[in-house]
């Protein structure tokens, strides 16, 4: 009896030293505080070490664009000078941008009234494109661009008839504007060519403009037809009074047929005086749906989902655009009014007023 005494104290005493080994993880405000103070401190730490890494990679590369450059330049000074020109001029641009060039390790202007130089006398020769091209691309100057206009006389003869209207502005803006310093044979005919083309251009720009307008015309007198409160209720009952669309033409006027949409349909008249016309399916729209015609033949038809618009809402075909989906707010819309998204993005808002649209109507917007 003593021994087993004696056995239960030494094991509740091993017990007891074992539980003051283990340590409570206890959350508090002040240890969460912590923990997410420590998490900041974190995410500071690589936001700077990233910050680092990019610093010295963007130094690396700075660095690597100047031993570049000097190599360039002492190869061009060995004899080999165009086409060391014209490795140099396709790094002129990026050098302009780096830091080098702003602490002035590295002198961009003077490299490129050199490099300009050498171009310019190689585009006289050849009247080579390659050459023009990159003698146009060097950091712009009023010496360069003097240098451009001319070179533009030396490989006119080099362009091709559809290129010269695009050729003749650049030259043409290198100038100022001033069609006098373009001197190469036929330069009339080539500035006239491109009166032509910016006519042309600005013609096609015009119809292409109007067209998108008609589209959108197009687009807005389908919606507002066809979708059942599209627009600005009127007198803030668009079920018995219809609603005002706006379009690139003027607003459209929709009037509820004998002042009720979703039994006898709907009339929509446009700004030029044409009319379309909706009618419910089986004069029951709230179940069956709609049907608009429109006056250039083609028609919309809107129908309910599951036959019951007033719980799960209706779909709407446009004609060459897709549909308006039309969905109950908390699946009544009678009480709660309906949401509907229209072809394009567009979103159309109604809530019942007083929580009765068919006795107090529906503000849209």
Do not use: H
């Not at 042309?200 to 059942?228: G, Q």
């Not at 779909?315 to 949401?339: H, L, Y």
């Not at 394009?344 to 917007?365: D, I, L, T, Y």
């Amino acid at each position: 009896m003593l021994a087993r005494a004696r056995f239960l104290a030494a094991s509740l005493l091993a017990l007891g030293m074992g539980c003051s080994l283990i340590k409570l993880q206890v959350s508090t405000p002040e240890s969460r505080q912590q923990e997410t103070e420590e998490q900041i401190r974190a995410r500071e730490e690589e936001r700077r070490q990233l910050a680092e890494k990019q610093a010295a990679e963007a130094a690396e590369r700075e660095e690597a664009l100047v031993k570049q450059i000097d190599a360039l330049r002492a190869e061009m000074a060995s004899g080999n000078k165009t086409e060391k020109a014209k490795e140099l001029a396709k790094l002129l641009p990026q050098a302009q941008r780096s830091k080098a060039a702003k602490e002035g390790r590295i002198d961009v202007p003077a490299l490129s009234l050199e490099v300009a130089g050498i171009l310019e006398k190689d585009a006289a020769a050849t009247g080579s494109l390659e050459t023009f091209d990159l003698l146009a691309g060097l950091p712009a100057s009023p010496e360069i661009d003097a240098a451009v206009v001319r070179a533009c006389a030396s490989v006119r003869p080099k362009i091709a008839q559809n290129d010269v209207p695009g050729f003749v502005a650049e030259c043409l803006d290198r100038a100022g504007g001033d069609a006098k310093k373009l001197k190469w044979a036929g330069v009339q005919r080539d500035l006239a060519a491109l009166k032509k083309a910016e006519e042309e251009r600005a013609l096609a720009e015009a119809k292409a403009k109007e067209e998108a307008k008609e589209e959108e015309s197009k687009l807005a007198r389908y919606i507002a037809a066809a979708v059942f409160a599209s627009g600005r209720c009127n007198f803030s009952n668009c079920l018995k009074d219809g609603w005002t669309s706006p379009s690139p033409e003027g607003d459209i006027q929709v009037r509820c047929d004998f002042q009720d949409c979703f039994k006898n349909g709907w009339t929509a008249r446009y700004p030029d005086g044409k009319e379309a016309r909706t009618r419910c399916m089986f004069q029951d729209c709230t179940k069956d749906g709609w049907e608009t015609s429109y006056p250039d033949g083609k028609t919309s038809r809107t129908r309910c989902m599951f036959q019951n618009c007033l719980k799960d809402g209706w779909e709407t075909d446009i004609p060459g655009v897709g549909s308006a989906r039309t969905r109950c707010s908390f699946q009544d819309c009678a009480k709660d009014g309906w949401e509907t998204d229209l072809p394009g993005g567009g979103r159309v808002q109604c809530r019942c007023n007083f929580q009765k649209c068919f006795e107090n109507g529906a503000s849209c917007g």
